[in-house]
């Protein structure tokens, strides 16, 4: 079945880094979102891709869709302690239908 | 505006009971799916439900059904509960038709002993 691989698991930065979480689909999707969970808490939007080799910002996150609508990234410019929390991108095969989420990746900033 | 709801946030059950979960979508919302998030994954789809009828299911079990009433409201139902079983229900909506965001709740954590 469809599958949808993010790495790393987990990513530990100082304050200021920045910070890169990857997304592989084993099948091409129609679309892709992203998700952040704060600890304790559940998932929120960010932002929904949909377009071969779109590419959105968000102040200082950077949302990248592959060319061939199979991978994905989220890039954090200089990292702030805000950030904690835990990154899922979940895809989809068609709009409006079910999401694969991925495993996360957990970013811890140290101050 | 309240936003997606759900009861109860947490319950402890023994195997082999049964559990009802209820979810109240965001105003305005008529589609609501289910997820199952187990610690440290990442939230796995169960079902959906639109005018009241289940539209796409996930890979789990005839143990897990739903339900979902006039007013946009749904129910999980899990029988015959295992260990395995034990996790964050999380209740998602959206309005059909918008194929963006999902508007997750708070979740219904669930403890099988």
């Known amino acids: 079945g469809q599958q949808v691989m993010q790495i790393p698991q987990y990513q530990h930065v100082q304050e200021g880094e920045d910070f890169t979480t990857y997304c592989n689909s084993s099948?091409?999707?129609?679309?892709i979102q992203w998700y952040k969970q704060r600890p304790g808490g559940h998932p929120v939007f960010l932002i929904q891709?949909?377009?071969?080799?779109e590419v959105k910002k968000q102040k200082r996150l950077t949302f990248q869709f592959g060319e061939a609508k199979k991978n994905s990234s989220l890039h954090i410019t200089a990292t702030q302690t805000t950030d904690v929390g835990t990154y899922f991108c979940?895809?989809?095969?068609?709009?409006?239908?079910?999401?694969?989420f991925g495993q996360g990746t957990e970013l811890s900033v140290k101050p | 505006d309240a936003g997606v709801t759900q009861s109860p946030t947490h319950l402890i059950k023994t195997r082999g009971q049964q559990v009802t979960l209820r979810c109240s979508p965001k105003?305005?919302?008529?589609?609501v799916s289910w997820y199952q998030q187990a610690l440290g994954q990442g939230p796995q789809f169960i079902f959906q439900?639109?005018?009241?009828?289940?539209?796409q299911r996930g890979n789990f079990p005839d143990r897990f059904s739903g339900h979902q009433f006039p007013n946009y409201s749904s129910e999980l139902n899990v029988n015959a509960l295992l260990l395995g079983d034990s996790a964050l229900y999380l209740c998602?909506?959206?309005?059909?038709?918008?194929?963006?965001?999902?508007?997750f709740g708070e979740g219904s954590r669930l403890t099988v002993l």
């Open positions: 998602a909506s959206r309005r059909q038709g918008d194929t963006g965001e999902l508007f």
């Open positions: 099948t091409t999707l129609s679309n």
């Open positions: 891709l949909v377009k071969s080799g």
């Open positions: 979940a895809g989809g095969r068609n709009q409006g239908g079910k999401l694969i």
């Open positions: 105003s305005g919302h008529d589609t």
């Open positions: 439900y639109y005018e009241e009828e289940e539209r």
